[in-house]
Every structure is written in structure tokens, then in C-alpha cells.
């Protein structure tokens, strides 16, 4: 079989860098559409460290049309995976037009491109943040969507986009019709055992894993717990943290659902990407000074506005029809986020 060549928008940031990784090693050619607008090129630089194959990077924005059918033109796609985005929660809520913009936008002259070259297979980067409220705390697939934010709205009203597009091929007949995952992620964090990528934010994240990272390395002062009256375990907030590396294999084994019988006639269908268990805020605290060895300080905070108590996902469904499910444990998790924090104290730069 000919080597098939995978377009990744957004391969520069944290999860695009690592499926670029997994890709290489998996035997695909990669080409990387990225405005760095989040990420910095050292990242793909590591890429090509670990893997010892290069890729093809084009420093663009995926919503500038004319250059990206330009590079459709050229390159032989088979296969999209789209993690190009905006993706914090507090930012969508005060620019939301350049969430809509970024997100909403971006993924329709993504698609327009798509079937104008007649690349109609891909992976997209939805996150459990489409769920509405649920007196149930594990998600399945078929739960009802309610984003609560212009964030989470941002990757539902993606997901109805791509689903209409499928739909409407059953209605026209088409020949090759579009072969579509939806890959809605729970909390992905750690990093590559090699330690050379990694989750790089900006500023001071939102986001407990880094934060819990940057308090032990001495960066920042103090965490905060927010909230530790929740009705959980132990009063704090439960996720469902899934290893980064175990989520972008969960994106080679729905490239290659896409490709299977399953998918003959096409299809656009949402999977569940996490452990199908959570942690406490505390249970990370303690499992992270535990396996560092270092002291997390940290105080108790009120409640984040808009904060669930509870929530993991099902992950039958991915297991039962891609094949996959999690590998590495919270400890791995743990260990790798923190040998790339030790590695890389100032990120990339
Ligand atoms: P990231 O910010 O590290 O990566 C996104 C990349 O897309 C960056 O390199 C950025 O420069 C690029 N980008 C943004 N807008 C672009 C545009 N218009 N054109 C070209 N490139 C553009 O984020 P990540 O954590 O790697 O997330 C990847 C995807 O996964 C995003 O779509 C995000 O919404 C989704 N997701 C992330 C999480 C998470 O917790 N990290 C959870 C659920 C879903
Ligand atoms: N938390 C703290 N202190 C902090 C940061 C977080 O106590 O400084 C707590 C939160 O209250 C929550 C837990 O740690 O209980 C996890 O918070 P994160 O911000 O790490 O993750 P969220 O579950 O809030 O959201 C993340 C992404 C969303 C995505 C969602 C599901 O930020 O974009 O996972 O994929 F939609």
C-alpha cells in the first residue's frame, strides 16, 4: 500500500504535536497546516527529534481558503485530523465572535477545501464540553448536548456542521461520501516519555495539570483548589485525565475505523476519548508529590463559575468500534508531565 499522507491542522500545539508523532511512527507522511497563533515551530522541530522522519509544515491559518486548497493541491491527502483552535473556556466567554471566528468558521473553509479537493475522511477534535448537565457523572455518547460556554458551543455547533454534511450525502447519492470521527476528549495531560513535547501554555494556565506542574517546579506560588465542598469523594472536582499519548492513538485507530468496512458508506459518529474513571483535585495533588517527590502548596478557593463536580467518560464505544482504550495510569501521567516541566522549565522557548 502507498504511503497515505495525513494533513494535521494545529500539529504544532499540544495534542497536534503528539499525533504527529504517533503518525510518523505509524507509517503515515504528515503535513502540518499551523499559524503558530498558540504554538511555536521547536515543537515540530522535536517531532522530527523523536520520530527521526521529517514533515512538511506550512505556516498558515486554516481559514485563508485560497492557501489552503493550494496546498491540497499539492500534497496528497488522504486523511485530515483537525486540532486547529481556540480552546480556552474564560477567553471564549469574552471574545466569543473570534471563538466563532477561529473554530466555527475555520472548520467550514476546512471542509469547503475538503470536498472541493475530494478529501472527504476526518478526525476531528470535539472535547466532553459539548455535554449538556447531567444528574449522571459518566457521559455516554448519546447523552444530550448542552455546551455551557462559546467554547464548548464553538465544537457542538462544529460537530451539527459535520454531521449535516454526512447526512446530506445520503441525500445527493454521492459516490464518496464523508467518513467523519468526532473525538470528544476528555482531560488529556502528561506528555511524551522522551520529555521533548510537551503541553507549552501561555501565561499562567487554566488548566490543573500545568498549573499543579508550574506550583511544584517553583514558578508559581500556590494552587487553587477550587472549591472542596463538592458532593464527591473527597469534596473536590472529579476528571477523567487521559495520558496525551494514549489519546492520539485513539486518532490512528479511528483513521483506521474510517477506513474500514464499518464506514463503507460513510458516516460522521461521536466517540468518547477517556479513562472511564476520575480523579479528585486531591488525588492529583497527592499522586503528583507522591511520584515527584516535590511539595504541591496549595489553598482552598472558592468554586469556578461554570465547573461541574463530577464527570468521566463512557468509553465502551470506542473500545467496541475503534478498538481502543487507555493504557498508561495517573502515575504515567504524572511522571511524563513532569520530565517534560523539568526538561523544558521555560516551555520552548
Ligand atoms: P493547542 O492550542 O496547543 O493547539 C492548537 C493549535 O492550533 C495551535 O498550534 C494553534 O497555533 C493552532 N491554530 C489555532 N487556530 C488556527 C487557525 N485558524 N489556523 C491554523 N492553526 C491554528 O491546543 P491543544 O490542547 O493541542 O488542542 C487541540 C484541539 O483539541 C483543539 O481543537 C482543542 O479545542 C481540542 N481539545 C483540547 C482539550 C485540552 O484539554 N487540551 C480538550 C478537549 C478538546
Ligand atoms: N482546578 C483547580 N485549580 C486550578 C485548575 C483547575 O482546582 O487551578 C480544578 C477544576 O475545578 C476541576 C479540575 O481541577 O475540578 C480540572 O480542571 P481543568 O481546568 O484542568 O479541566 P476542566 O475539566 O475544567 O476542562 C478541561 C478543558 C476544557 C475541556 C474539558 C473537557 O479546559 O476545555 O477539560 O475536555 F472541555
Given at each position: 500500500m502507498d504511503t497515505q499522507t495525513v494533513l494535521v491542522t494545529g500539529g504544532a500545539g499540544y495534542i497536534g504535536s503528539h499525533a504527529c508523532v504517533e503518525l510518523l511512527q505509524s507509517g503515515y507522511r504528515v503535513v502540518v497546516v499551523d499559524n503558530l497563533s498558540n504554538s511555536k515551530p521547536e515543537s515540530l522541530s522535536r517531532v522530527e527529534q523523536i520520530t527521526g522522519k521529517s514533515l512538511s509544515f506550512y505556516q498558515d491559518d486554516i481559514r485563508d481558503k485560497k492557501t489552503l486548497a493550494e496546498i491540497f493541491a499539492?500534497?496528497?491527502v488522504t486523511t485530515v485530523m483537525h486540532f486547529a483552535g481556540l480552546k480556552a473556556v474564560g477567553e471564549s466567554c469574552e471574545q466569543p465572535l473570534n471563538y466563532y471566528h477561529n473554530n466555527v468558521y475555520g472548520t467550514?473553509?476546512?471542509?469547503?477545501?475538503?470536498?472541493?479537493?475530494?478529501?472527504?475522511?476526518?478526525?476531528?477534535?470535539?472535547?466532553?464540553?459539548?455535554?449538556g448537565e447531567s444528574t449522571a457523572v459518566q457521559y455516554s455518547e448519546n447523552f444530550p448536548l448542552g455546551p455551557i460556554n462559546p467554547y464548548g458551543r464553538s465544537k457542538a455547533m462544529i460537530e451539527d456542521i459535520l454531521r449535516d454534511l454526512s447526512t446530506a450525502d445520503n441525500i445527493i447519492q454521492t459516490k464518496s461520501p464523508w467518513k467523519i470521527a468526532l473525538l470528544r476528549y476528555f482531560n488529556p495531560i502528561g506528555a511524551h516519555e522522551s520529555g521533548l513535547i510537551g503541553e507549552d501554555p501561555n501565561g499562567i494556565p487554566n488548566n490543573l495539570m500545568p498549573y499543579v506542574s508550574q506550583v511544584a517546579i517553583g514558578k508559581l506560588a500556590q494552587l487553587s483548589v477550587f472549591g472542596d465542598d463538592y458532593p464527591t469523594r473527597d469534596g473536590t472536582g472529579v476528571r477523567d485525565y487521559i495520558h496525551v499519548v494514549d489519546l492520539v492513538k485513539g486518532h490512528t485507530k479511528a483513521i483506521a475505523a474510517l477506513e474500514s468496512e464499518k464506514f463503507k458508506s460513510g458516516g460522521c459518529k461521536a466517540y468518547n476519548l477517556g479513562a472511564g474513571r476520575g480523579y479528585s483535585v486531591f488525588e492529583i495533588i497527592e499522586t503528583f508529590e507522591r511520584v515527584t517527590g516535590r511539595k504541591v502548596n496549595y489553598k482552598i478557593a472558592p468554586r469556578r463559575a461554570g465547573d461541574l463536580?463530577?464527570?468521566f467518560a463512557n468509553p465502551e464505544l470506542a473500545l467496541k468500534e475503534l478498538d481502543w482504550k487507555v493504557e498508561k495510569?495517573?502515575?504515567?501521567?504524572?511522571?511524563?508531565?513532569?520530565?517534560?516541566?523539568?526538561?523544558?522549565?521555560?516551555g520552548y522557548a
Amino acid at each position: 500500500m502507498d504511503t497515505q499522507t495525513v494533513l494535521v491542522t494545529g500539529g504544532a500545539g499540544y495534542i497536534g504535536s503528539h499525533a504527529c508523532v504517533e503518525l510518523l511512527q505509524s507509517g503515515y507522511r504528515v503535513v502540518v497546516v499551523d499559524n503558530l497563533s498558540n504554538s511555536k515551530p521547536e515543537s515540530l522541530s522535536r517531532v522530527e527529534q523523536i520520530t527521526g522522519k521529517s514533515l512538511s509544515f506550512y505556516q498558515d491559518d486554516i481559514r485563508d481558503k485560497k492557501t489552503l486548497a493550494e496546498i491540497f493541491a499539492k500534497e496528497p491527502v488522504t486523511t485530515v485530523m483537525h486540532f486547529a483552535g481556540l480552546k480556552a473556556v474564560g477567553e471564549s466567554c469574552e471574545q466569543p465572535l473570534n471563538y466563532y471566528h477561529n473554530n466555527v468558521y475555520g472548520t467550514m473553509v476546512l471542509a469547503e477545501v475538503m470536498n472541493e479537493a475530494n478529501v472527504k475522511q476526518l478526525v476531528f477534535s470535539s472535547s466532553a464540553t459539548v455535554y449538556g448537565e447531567s444528574t449522571a457523572v459518566q457521559y455516554s455518547e448519546n447523552f444530550p448536548l448542552g455546551p455551557i460556554n462559546p467554547y464548548g458551543r464553538s465544537k457542538a455547533m462544529i460537530e451539527d456542521i459535520l454531521r449535516d454534511l454526512s447526512t446530506a450525502d445520503n441525500i445527493i447519492q454521492t459516490k464518496s461520501p464523508w467518513k467523519i470521527a468526532l473525538l470528544r476528549y476528555f482531560n488529556p495531560i502528561g506528555a511524551h516519555e522522551s520529555g521533548l513535547i510537551g503541553e507549552d501554555p501561555n501565561g499562567i494556565p487554566n488548566n490543573l495539570m500545568p498549573y499543579v506542574s508550574q506550583v511544584a517546579i517553583g514558578k508559581l506560588a500556590q494552587l487553587s483548589v477550587f472549591g472542596d465542598d463538592y458532593p464527591t469523594r473527597d469534596g473536590t472536582g472529579v476528571r477523567d485525565y487521559i495520558h496525551v499519548v494514549d489519546l492520539v492513538k485513539g486518532h490512528t485507530k479511528a483513521i483506521a475505523a474510517l477506513e474500514s468496512e464499518k464506514f463503507k458508506s460513510g458516516g460522521c459518529k461521536a466517540y468518547n476519548l477517556g479513562a472511564g474513571r476520575g480523579y479528585s483535585v486531591f488525588e492529583i495533588i497527592e499522586t503528583f508529590e507522591r511520584v515527584t517527590g516535590r511539595k504541591v502548596n496549595y489553598k482552598i478557593a472558592p468554586r469556578r463559575a461554570g465547573d461541574l463536580a463530577e464527570c468521566f467518560a463512557n468509553p465502551e464505544l470506542a473500545l467496541k468500534e475503534l478498538d481502543w482504550k487507555v493504557e498508561k495510569n495517573l502515575d504515567d501521567m504524572v511522571t511524563d508531565a513532569w520530565n517534560w516541566q523539568t526538561k523544558n522549565p521555560q516551555g520552548y522557548a
